[in-house]
């Protein structure tokens, strides 16, 4: 008689009949670091800085004034660029809506630019949100981080 081949994983039951094993992990102590600029002058500008280590899991910058919109969002991880786009490029490129590259521009008098990406990002050392205003009249300028710990 043959034996009968049996897959290597196995979706084991736990007697109330869920799947049985390790519960899946979260963002642990979450909270919202927020950041404001106002007047918000041409330069560049922090809004908020972490210290590592901890999980990034989305962020939003709301931009209030100015004509042109060359106002660039800038997240450096660990010292890496992860965005850097200008609301005008956003509006350019058709990120007015949820996508999975992770960044969407919300326009109404007020302009918000989302960055947050399907899988939480970690960071070891630092984490930084900042600003680059190219144009005038900028009243004012609010980030907010949503992150936590592993």
Do not use: W
């Amino acid at each position: 008689m043959a034996k009968r081949r049996t897959s290597a994983v196995k979706s084991p039951r736990s007697a109330a009949g869920g799947m049985a094993g390790p519960t899946p992990r979260g963002v642990g102590d979450p909270e919202r670091t927020q950041g404001l600029k106002a007047p918000a002058p041409q330069g560049t500008h922090v809004l908020v800085t972490l210290r590592g280590p901890g999980v990034f899991v989305a962020a939003a910058v709301s931009k209030q004034g100015g004509a042109t919109d060359l106002t660039f969002v800038n997240l450096d991880i660990d010292g890496r660029n992860v965005t850097s786009l200008s609301f005008a490029a956003a509006a350019n490129l058709g990120l007015t809506q949820h996508n999975p590259y992770g960044v969407a521009l919300v326009q109404s008098v007020v302009k918000t630019l989302t960055v947050g990406f399907p899988t939480p990002l970690l960071y070891q050392k630092s984490l930084q949100l900042s600003v680059k205003v190219n144009e005038p009249n900028v009243v004012q300028i609010v980030g907010n981080v949503i992150h936590g710990t592993c």
